[in-house]
């Protein structure tokens, strides 16, 4: 299974499923998109000789041109399976639906709660006593796309956005290669917007 990750940022879930892609693993990350060029990500896949590509918005730019660079360079590399990691652009619904199916996110939230950004936090002030990380499908509706695995951890009382985040981050590093490999096993399927493992509802 062919798998492109698009990432902005640090890229720690892009070396969680790196590092998942063991020679005998039945996926290979065959490339990294970044929208941009300091992307920590791009370091960590430099390093585990993975071919990158930029796209870069330019000024001006609007989202249908900026996606249908996007989109050209994610066709080039023939991906089996999208994923996203920290990919902090909004795509437009021309590419998400093009790849439904074949597109997945990781959240740092119980989906469907705490939709959007600043989510840690927003779990800390809501007196939330769990909160967690979820990989759902990407559908044109921004984490609203069928939930297929979520880890829970604990809010503790004066917890920090920053300590809670991190909790989060290890359960999403130890989930979110999980989801690929199962997709990449084929046990994973979306059908009008219900996620499958087995043949199972999820
Ligand atoms: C993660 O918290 C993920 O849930 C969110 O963006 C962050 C990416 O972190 N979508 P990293 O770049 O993988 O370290």
């Not at 062919?2 to 879930?13: E, P, Q, T």
């Not at 007196?127 to 609203?144: K, Y």
């Not at 604990?154 to 809670?164: I, K, T, Y």
């Amino acid at each position: 299974c062919r798998v492109l990750v698009l990432i902005s940022g640090n890229g720690s879930n892009l070396q969680a499923i790196i590092d998942h892609a063991q020679p005998k693993a039945s996926f290979e990350v065959v490339g990294v998109i970044s929208n941009k060029t300091d992307a920590y990500g791009l370091v960590r896949a430099r390093e585990a000789d993975i071919n990158c590509t930029c796209v870069i918005a330019t000024p001006g730019e609007n989202r249908a041109a900026y996606d249908d660079r996007l989109r050209a360079a994610i066709d080039s590399y023939q991906p089996d399976l999208l994923v996203l990691a920290g990919f902090m652009r909004i795509l437009s619904d021309d590419l998400v639906t093009a790849y439904q199916g074949r597109m997945i996110n990781v959240h740092p939230s119980l989906l469907p709660k705490f939709t959007g950004l600043n989510t840690h936090q927003r779990a800390i002030d809501a007196g939330e006593q769990e909160h967690g990380a979820s990989v759902h499908f990407v559908i044109p509706q921004l984490d609203a796309g069928p939930v297929i695995l979520q880890a829970k951890v604990p809010v503790f009382e004066d917890d920090s956005a920053e300590l809670l985040a991190e909790r989060v981050h290890e359960q999403e590093h130890a989930i979110y290669p999980l989801v690929v490999k199962w997709f990449a096993d084929n046990r994973l399927k979306m059908v009008n917007n219900q996620a499958y493992l087995d043949g199972e509802p999820l």
